[in-house]
């Protein structure tokens, strides 16, 4: 299945672009979802643990499940005042 | 009419545009002129709050800044003048507010905010606004409003993208959101990574805009759902912030049970020695044969560029390692030390031995060389 990767802030930096189109095994979750994105950019890793997934507008857990089409925003937190 | 009613003040004709809207009104104007906020930093994000919060007639207004106004300040604080470089913001801020608006009072707070006055503090008003500009200073605020039972407006920016929510009690908080800090030195500050000057009055006059409604009590306010703002592109998104069960300051089994420090975790131990700034040039000094590869990007090097530099790019740095030696020794450096901790750390991954960090980037060697200089 296709899922489209929407990118902000740091996160958007790493990658390069603001939304990215991953191909995952049928029953992947949303932690499938980053770990395929920090396999290919290993810079991601120092911000695993502070970093939040949010499926179609929505924050989740790693562990819930993605389906064809979804939109998976990855949020990285920022201090910045 | 009483006298110390706004119509007793003879303060009507200034608020006539709010008395003409039906959710304000005289009613509204009132409540704004009883109301206390507290506005925590006054910088990037809490100067146009502060602008918009006094002309708007909140009663008093907290003023809550340690710092001094810096040049760099001023390409977004526009509450500072030329003039007020090396002044206290929180006098040149109530210098500003009072001229704006007489009738506003104002407590200038020189302080930061800490464990011990948080709670403190944030009793004494009404609504708290986040303008601060370092994770343990939204943690201790989020915990503070959540004892004091006071709903808080956070904002938060960087480079071209901005945040804004409301945590209150009841509903998700910043905990729910973010639940731990980043670990030290993995997110950049404005200060490191740069912000778009525009950006905080966006997100600033978003703050405000929310503080407001909380006060008069109208409208939906942004309790629940994190906007998320894209300056570069045109963009604004949000997001459904549940409250999470699990959240250890309101979930089902609280472990924190008053304020207290929230320190970001140091990062894991690098494997690879590290230099200082004050002794970098004297570590090049006894090795001749090493070279610095500066890791960061184009653009940067208007910072000017270390001695005996190579430069490859952190962002292609993967691609072209196979042009760098793996015997051959590298002081890895970037401007103030996050990615090229990443650079080095993969270096030494794909095999290379002879590598060196420099800790705190070329910016803090720059501060103690004068060479080029600090932005
Ligand atoms: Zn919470």
Redesign the pocket.
Known sequence: MRVRVLTFAGIREIVGEPSRTLALPEGATAADAWNALAGEFPALAAIAGSTRLARNGAFIDGSAALREGDELAVLPPFGGG | MSADSLAGRRELRRYSRHLLIPEVGLAGQEKLSRARVLVVGAGGLGTPVLQYLAAAGVGRIGIMDDDVVDETNLQRQVIYATSDIGRPKVVAATERVAALNPHVGVDPIPRRLDVSNARALVRLYDVVVDATDSFGARYLINDACYFESRPHVYGSIFRFDGQVSVFQRGG??Y??LFPEPPPEGTVPTCAEGGVLGVLAGIVGTWQANEALKLILGIGASLAGRLLVIDALDARSREFVVA??PD?P???THPTILDVSDVVPRPQAPLGVPELEAANFEAFLEEHPEAIVLDVREPHEAVLGAPPHARAIPASILESHMHELDSAQTYVVACRVGARSRWAVQRLHDAGFRRLYHLRGGLLEYAALQERFEAF
């Open positions: 998700p908080c905990r729910c409250s999470d959240c300051l309101h979930g």
